[in-house]
């Protein structure tokens, strides 16, 4: 069974310092990894996928991924953060063979930026 | 290209009764897969349609059910409703399933409230 973990609830930053929300994962074999981010009443937006090739992924708005396969570990990092930045981060994995495009997600961390 | 749509935004049922949600995919996207989102459980996988037949299928009860259509619009239905179905359904689309450099493009959800 894959699962992963975000182990802070909550993430406060002030405006222009850099963030780092974690997450590590457990699925067997190479993992296909993904951040999401929700503002409120809203749906979920793609960021940015770890597939294979560089550890250091980019993604959308300035946010990058570090993948670290020894310690199971995708955290999602901005070098500068806005207020406009707020919003719930979901990291999730999806396992290489069967389950389709099953995403299995974290709990979702609270990133708050403030001025 | 528009996005991925649902229908309605918004909806109040009560205990015992059944309800359909709709979602078209993104055009050209063949997969369609639904998830729960609850703030105690999270975001959880309900089931993936792919070329108009269920290719998985997560840990719900038989109350929840799904179809796809041969234009790739997907309906889920709850039966006989509880008060803990209230959730905000999210519905996601993808050109196929199981591809590796794919990602899920989510619509803005359905907002279910049993009363």
């Known amino acids: 069974a894959q699962s992963v973990a975000q182990p802070e609830d909550q993430v406060n930053v002030a405006e222009g310092n850099p963030l780092t929300v974690k997450c590590t994962y457990s699925v067997s074999g190479n993992p296909y990894l993904f951040w999401y981010v929700q503002y409120p009443n809203r749906g979920l937006q793609f960021l940015l996928k770890y597939i294979t090739g560089d550890n250091l992924v980019k993604g959308s708005y300035g946010f990058e991924a570090e993948f670290n396969k020894s310690q199971t570990s995708f955290h999602l990092k901005k070098p500068s953060a806005l207020v406009s930045d707020s919003a719930l981060y979901f990291c999730a994995v999806r396992g290489l063979t069967g389950g389709g495009n099953k995403l299995t997600f974290g709990t979702g961390t609270q990133l708050k930026v403030e001025l | 290209k528009a996005g991925v749509t649902q229908t309605p935004r918004y909806l109040i049922k009560t205990r015992g009764q059944q309800v359909t949600l709709s979602c078209s995919p993104i055009?050209?996207?063949?997969?369609v897969s639904w998830y729960q989102q609850t703030p105690g459980q999270g975001l959880q996988f309900l089931f993936e349609y792919f070329s108009e037949t269920q290719r998985n299928k997560g840990n719900f009860p038989g109350r929840f059910s799904g179809r796809q259509f041969s234009n790739s619009r997907s309906e889920m239905n709850v039966s006989t409703l509880e008060l803990g179905d209230s959730a905000l359904y999210l519905c996601a689309s993808s050109p196929g399933t199981g591809e590796f450099y794919n990602e899920q493009f989510f619509g803005p959800g359905t907002r279910l409230t049993v009363l």
């Open positions: 055009s050209g996207h063949r997969s």
